[in-house]
């Protein structure tokens, strides 16, 4: 029988005493970065000016501070690294969803009283996912959310196509209901386990649709090796996990300084309450998990690309570029750096371009059957 999926969540001051204990230097594992040289688009600039056009446009903050906050993001580096080609009215779409998903993650998952109010938020919540399904008409006109998100979606049709709309919109659904859920579970006081964990993060924040976005800037859309062939979907499932992992260890140390009652979780804090680790263990465990992912994602790349025809091995290659653009921003990204606009380091973020032992399997149940593909024997 299979563990249960929830536990009691561990409060955030207990988290926060045990993890005032750490060593401020020396506790974050270097990272593997799979591609150490990249290329950022050549309309960088152009894509920060018009996404922070959007912000602004839209309403996406509650005040003058939070706005500068969404700014200094630059999520038109962030595009521009994750996709180094492709046309730009694809990327805009791309960078404004950045955009969109970090602005909305404050305003209503993280750090604003709503997050502690899972009624006001599943109202928000529904009302959002109704209005990125209607292309039609706009649903509410003072849904600031819900009319940057539809208009998102309007714009990355006519860029590509209805159909791209609508895979757009599906993985957008599951990961609102995502957040939702997440809410909630804080809420009553309960934590998802390792397994369950795992599932929700390669959703939760968006971290399916952006690989998507990515794809769809490359080449336009989707491969239909993707619902066709399950070594690709493994592929594209990996990319997503491999960059909210990385970010769960990115911003391990401003989220134990800021992280709301109850929404304390990511998977160092995961690791460390349900196998009872130290958080150094916790961090070093977390980091192996994602080495092992690593490896296998790379093992899995080359059997696919050793016979691939010409627009597979792009799709492929976008992923790649995602993956790796991802790393190496939130690397660098104040939103990770600093604990707030005091401009106080927190930690140094090491990166590797040696992924060391990347062979293990991983037996966590929602991920295991990634390794069913693995061509090594």
């Not at 045990?18 to 950022?40: C, G, N, R």
């Not at 050549?42 to 700014?71: G, H, M």
């Not at 005091?342 to 040696?354: E, F």
Request: hydrophobic share 40%; charged share 20%; aromatic share 10%.
């Amino acid at each position: 029988m299979s563990s249960p999926c929830w536990r009691t969540a561990i409060s955030h001051t207990a988290w926060k005493e045990l993890t005032d204990m750490l060593d401020p230097v020396a506790v974050l594992p270097p990272l593997f970065v799979p591609f150490p040289l990249f290329a950022a688009h050549p309309d960088a600039q152009k894509i920060q000016r018009e996404t922070v056009s959007f912000l602004n446009r839209f309403q996406l903050f509650w005040d003058d501070k939070q706005r500068k906050r969404i700014e200094g993001i630059n999520t038109g580096l962030l595009a521009a690294m994750q996709v180094p080609t492709g046309p730009t009215d694809r990327l805009q779409c791309l960078a404004d969803f950045l955009t969109w998903v970090f602005a909305w993650d404050d305003e209503y998952c993280d750090d604003r009283p709503i997050a502690g109010r899972p009624g006001e938020h599943a109202t928000a919540n529904a009302m959002l996912q109704r209005a990125v399904e209607i292309t039609e008409y706009q649903l509410d006109s003072t849904d600031r959310y819900g009319k940057a998100l539809r208009d998102i979606r309007l714009r990355l049709e006519a860029a590509t196509s209805p159909n791209t709309g609508e895979a757009f919109t599906e993985l957008v659904l599951g990961y609102l209901r995502t957040e939702l859920r997440r809410v909630v579970l804080a809420d009553v006081g309960l934590s998802e386990d390792l397994s369950a964990y795992v599932s929700t993060r390669i959703v939760s924040g968006g971290a399916l649709v952006f690989p998507m976005l990515a794809v769809t800037v490359a080449c336009s859309r989707n491969h239909p090796a993707l619902s066709s062939d399950r070594r690709v979907r493994a592929l594209f499932e990996m990319a997503a996990f491999l960059t909210a992992g990385e970010n769960d260890i990115f911003s391990f140390p401003k989220e134990k300084e800021l992280t709301l009652p109850g929404k304390t979780e990511n998977l160092v804090h995961v690791l460390a309450t349900e196998h009872d680790l130290t958080v150094g263990q916790a961090l070093t465990e977390a980091a192996g998990i994602l080495n092992s992912t690593a490896g296998l994602y790379l093992r899995l790349r080359a059997d696919i690309l050793r016979d691939a025809p010409a627009d597979l091995a792009l799709f492929v290659s976008a992923l790649d570029n995602y993956w790796n653009g991802s790393v190496l921003w939130q690397r660098d990204c104040p939103r990770y750096l600093y604990l707030d606009s005091s401009g106080r380091h927190v930690l140094p973020r090491p990166t590797t371009d040696a992924l060391g032992f990347g062979g293990k399997p991983l037996t966590i149940p929602s991920i295991a059957w990634w390794w069913q593909y693995d061509p090594r024997p």
